[in-house]
Structure formats: structure tokens, C-alpha cells
């Protein structure tokens, strides 16, 4: 049990760092935004990441996955390139 909150809590930082990772490569922003634009980005961004962290507990509780394969697993769907 001690295993798994130490990996989700790790896993979680990953997911962080990838997102501001993300932001910090993004195109300029513009100086204003409508509701309509905050709406729609919050909309993908919280998606993508609810998504992600949804299959990947899944996988993580339905396989014996190690530390290595999690860690791999999410650079590979959190790069900004």
C-alpha cells in the first residue's frame, strides 16, 4: 500500500512538471482572453490530464508494472515535443 501512494505521489509530480514544462514552451499569449477560450483550453488541458492519470492508475492496479515502465510510460505521453 506504502508502494502505490509513494508511486501516485510521484507519478503526480511527473504529471506537474510535464504541464508546466508545457506551458513554458507554449507560443506567446495574447492579452486578453474571451470565456469562450478559458472554457475551451481548461476543458483540454484538464482533459488530457484526468485522462492520462485515469489509464494509467488502471494500468497500474491491473498489472505488476515497475517504478522504471510508470516513469517511461508517462514521459512518453507528457512530451512537449
Same mark, same amino acid.
Given at each position: ?9 510521484? @507519478? ?6 510535464? #504541464? ?5 514552451? /507554449? /507560443?506567446? /499569449?495574447?492579452? =486578453?482572453? *474571451?470565456? &469562450?477560450? @478559458?472554457? !475551451?483550453?481548461?476543458?483540454? +488541458? +484538464?482533459?488530457? !490530464? ?9 494500468? @497500474?492496479?491491473?498489472? &505488476? !508494472? *515497475?517504478? &522504471?515502465? !510508470?516513469? #517511461?510510460? @508517462?514521459?512518453?505521453?507528457?512530451? =512537449? =515535443?
Amino acid at each position: 500500500m506504502n508502494l502505490t501512494r509513494a508511486l501516485l505521489r510521484q @507519478i503526480s509530480a511527473l504529471l506537474l512538471l510535464a #504541464a508546466v514544462g508545457a506551458t513554458a514552451h /507554449a /507560443a506567446p /499569449a495574447p492579452a =486578453t482572453y *474571451s470565456a &469562450d477560450e @478559458i472554457v !475551451v483550453e481548461g476543458h483540454r +488541458f +484538464f482533459g488530457r !490530464v484526468s485522462g492520462g492519470l485515469a489509464t494509467m492508475v488502471e494500468r @497500474i492496479a491491473s498489472s &505488476d !508494472v *515497475s517504478h &522504471d515502465e !510508470v516513469v #517511461a510510460w @508517462i514521459t512518453t505521453r507528457t512530451s =512537449t =515535443t
